[in-house]
């Protein structure tokens, strides 16, 4: 009796769509809904940088947090809605 293992090596593109799916899969109906409220077409990327921008807003008001804390916060906040600005062509 031979004890013999099987390897299975899997594509490293097919490895990739498959962790791609699993991010876009639950982000899918929250960007159906920011599609809703703002009446227009928003993709995934798009939903990335509102979140984004949301959570450094939550983080700069956290009221625990040190001052030290909260400018870096500020500074992520604006630099979050910056991108935010731009991944949804609001250049003017």
């Keep these: 009796m031979t004890n013999e293992m099987i390897y299975t090596a899997r594509k490293e593109q097919n490895t990739i769509e498959v962790m791609k799916q699993m991010v876009e899969r639950p982000l899918s109906g929250l960007t159906q809904y920011y599609s809703e409220v703002l009446e227009r ?10 979140l984004n921008a949301q959570l450094a807003l939550l983080m700069t008001v956290f009221p625990t947090m040190s001052m030290g804390l909260r400018l870096v916060c500020l500074a992520w906040l604006v630099g979050a809605v910056l991108k935010c600005r731009e991944a949804l062509g609001g250049k003017e």
């Design 41 to 50: 077409r928003m993709s995934i990327r798009q939903t990335l940088h509102l």
